[in-house]
């Protein structure tokens, strides 16, 4: 899958996982080999900053309950409110995802390690897959993410479970991907899953 033209120097890979599969543990470790990485989510928050105009557009639509006192984005409040309303999900993807798809080609074609990985819970959901030649999905059984998610953001089951919904099922990410990174043990495991596939990418870009 390759769809910017723009050639970057780096072969842009797509790494993703369900919610606590351990997509950032991951990323640490791939970032620890020298290979630079552009997060979704980050640049998501960027564009979202205070000044930005799809902050001011976001405060029209949803009034000023989706500020803070200090004039940030309230997360959790809009969080909560588009998990309750695909409509209103709808309308925030539509404003956001172009921007964020911007700045990704930009981040991507910056990049200079053999290869940069583009980091996204939701890379074949949002179609950012399509930025990417290849991908990495991090797995582990849905009761494990459940339980790390719990334990990572103090989330209650439901609001966990929600998130899932919105996310492509295990088995259909795991039919997309390149790469599987087994994510189902402890962090030693993870190091040495990691481990595995970059040697796999670097001796697939090597002439």
Do not use: C
């Amino acid at each position: 899958m390759t769809i910017n033209t723009a050639q970057p120097s780096s072969i842009p890979i797509g790494l993703t996982g369900g919610i606590g599969s351990g997509k950032s543990a991951a990323a640490t470790l791939f970032e620890q080999r020298g290979i630079e990485t552009v997060d979704a989510d980050v640049l998501a928050r960027e564009v979202v900053m205070p000044g930005q105009p799809a902050l001011k557009r976001i405060a029209e639509h949803f009034g000023p309950t989706v500020l803070n006192s200090d004039g940030s984005l309230n997360r959790t409040w809009l969080r909560q409110h588009i998990f309750a309303d695909d409509q209103e999900r709808l309308w925030l993807e539509g404003l956001l995802h172009p921007l964020i798809r911007q700045l990704t080609v930009e981040r991507l074609a910056q990049a200079q390690s053999p290869y940069v990985l583009l980091v996204s819970p939701l890379l074949f959901e949002s179609g950012q897959a399509q930025l990417v030649q290849q991908s990495i999905v991090v797995d582990a059984p849905e009761e494990t993410q459940v339980q790390r998610a719990s334990q990572r953001d103090i989330n209650t089951h439901d609001q966990i479970k929600a998130v899932m919904s919105k996310q492509w099922p295990r088995r259909r990410r795991l039919e997309h991907a390149d790469y599987i990174i087994d994510n189902a043990g402890d962090l030693q495991q993870l190091q040495l899953e990691v481990a595995r596939v970059h040697a796999l990418l670097m001796a697939s870009i090597s002439p």
